[in-house]
């Protein structure tokens, strides 16, 4: 899981590189969600003994042990410095859980629009100031790069600690 979701996240890092601005897809977004979905289990599993299911990311979350959130929701912060994140986490991790589902497919959510319709939406909602709390999507950018941080800050331990067990005599002190 863990060398899976390096892949995944160096896939999203190569596509967004090898791509123009204008040119750019939701595609290397899904890929680090992938990436944040597979560290969330891989530290769930760790800690919990037991699989997490689903892109419920902030019920993932909610399950670890309250320090451990603590530490991963410092440890973005430290990255990101004051975000979503340190108000209203729950929402940021709901919110990615839905687009992950969502943006696979995005466009169901505007099935009942003509094409026209369709290419107005952007421009209405921008041209309105582009309020966030009217957005189709929220992707929550910074965020995401703090959290995936925190993740694979936590995973790296895990999986350090698994390939490098204490010896002995370090175990007893």
Excluded: C
Excluded at 34 to 61: M, S, T
Excluded at 128 to 138: C, D, I, N, S, V
Excluded at 162 to 170: F, M
Aim: negative net charge; without cysteine; aromatic residues 10%.
């Amino acid at each position: 899981m863990y060398r899976e979701a390096l892949r995944r996240l160096r896939d999203a890092d190569t596509l967004s590189d090898a791509t123009g601005l204008s040119e750019q897809s939701d595609s290397p977004y899904l890929l680090r969600l992938l990436g944040l979905e597979l560290l969330l289990k891989l530290i769930h599993e760790a800690v919990l003994f037991k699989a997490g299911r689903g892109h419920e990311y902030a019920q993932l979350f909610n399950d670890l042990p309250g320090d451990l959130q603590e530490r991963l929701l410092s440890l973005a912060g430290e990255r990101v410095g004051p975000s979503a994140l340190a108000s209203k986490h729950v929402l940021v991790l709901q919110e990615w859980g839905r687009n992950f589902i969502a943006l696979r497919y995005p466009w169901e959510r505007y099935s009942n629009m003509s094409e026209d319709e369709y290419s107005q939406v952007a421009k209405t909602w921008a041209g309105r100031g582009a309020p966030l709390e009217e957005a189709t999507f929220r992707y929550f950018p910074e965020e995401l790069v703090g959290f995936l941080a925190a993740l694979r800050t936590v995973a790296d331990e895990l999986v350090e600690g698994l390939t490098n067990p204490p010896s002995d005599a370090a175990a007893r002190e």
